[in-house]
C-alpha cells in the first residue's frame, strides 16, 4: 500500500493513505510524493488520484413542457357549440320544407296560417280616449294559389284592456304572392286593433276553413 506525502501549508505532511488524503482538501495542484516517485508531482498528474478532481456531475431536474392545451379555448369552443347547437336545434323545430310533403297541395294545405298574413296597413287614431279613422287593413297571400275569400275580424281593444267592437271585412280574390288591401269603417271606441283571420277558401288546394 502506498503511503503518499503531501506539501501542505509550505511543508510536508503524511504519510496518508489514499483513503486519507481524501479528507486533505487536495487541489488538482497540490505537490505529492511517495516512495518510489524521483521527484515531487502535481495531484492531478497520478491516475490514482485524478478522480479526486473530476467535477460532480450537478443533476437538475428536466423541466416539464408547458402543456399544449389551452384549456381556456377549449371551454369557450364548448360553449359556442352548445350555443350554436341550441339555436339549430331551434330553427330545425321551428322550420318547415315543401320536401316534407308529398305535394304541394298537402304542404298549402299544412301551412297556410304561415303564408298567408294579415297587417294593418294604415290606422289614424281620432283622439287619445280611442277610436281610429282611415283604416286599411292588408292580407298577404304568400302562396303559389290564388284564394277565393279571406274573412278578418277586428277587435278594437278599450284603454283597460277589454275586448270593444268587432268588424269584420271579406277579401275576395287574392292572386297568387299578391297582397290585396281593404278599408275598414271608422271606429269611435278602441285604443288598439287586432286583425285576425277567422275563415279562408282556397279551391285549388281544397282548403276550406272556418
Not at 29 to 49: H, I
Not at 107 to 129: C, F, M, P, S
Not at 141 to 165: C, F, H, R, W
Request: proline letters at 6%.
Amino acid at each position: 500500500m502506498k503511503n503518499y506525502h503531501i506539501v501542505k501549508n509550505g511543508a510536508s505532511a503524511g504519510p496518508y493513505s489514499i483513503e486519507q488524503l481524501k479528507f486533505q482538501n487536495l487541489l488538482p495542484e497540490t505537490k505529492v510524493w511517495y516512495e518510489g516517485l524521483p521527484d515531487w508531482v502535481e495531484a492531478k498528474t497520478l491516475p490514482e488520484l485524478a478522480p479526486m478532481f473530476q467535477p460532480v456531475m450537478q443533476f437538475s431536474p428536466a423541466p416539464q413542457p408547458k402543456s399544449s392545451i389551452d384549456w381556456k379555448l377549449i371551454i369557450w369552443m364548448v360553449v359556442i357549440i352548445g350555443v350554436l347547437g341550441s339555436v339549430g336545434t331551434f330553427f330545425y323545430n321551428n322550420s318547415f320544407n315543401i320536401n316534407d310533403f308529398s305535394t304541394e297541395e298537402q304542404y298549402l294545405r299544412k301551412n297556410w296560417k304561415r303564408l298567408v298574413q294579415v297587417g294593418i296597413e294604415h290606422a289614424e287614431k281620432k283622439t287619445d280616449q280611442g277610436g281610429f279613422k282611415s283604416i286599411t287593413i292588408a292580407v298577404f297571400n304568400n302562396m303559389s294559389q290564388p284564394i277565393e275569400e279571406v274573412k278578418v275580424e277586428l277587435l278594437y281593444q278599450m284603454a283597460d284592456g277589454t275586448p270593444g267592437n268587432i268588424d269584420t271585412l271579406i277579401f275576395n280574390n287574392i292572386g297568387a304572392n299578391k297582397k290585396v288591401l281593404l278599408s275598414a269603417p271608422d271606429s269611435f271606441q278602441g285604443v288598439k286593433i287586432e286583425p285576425n283571420i277567422f275563415a279562408i277558401r282556397c279551391d285549388a288546394i281544397k282548403l276550406n276553413y272556418q
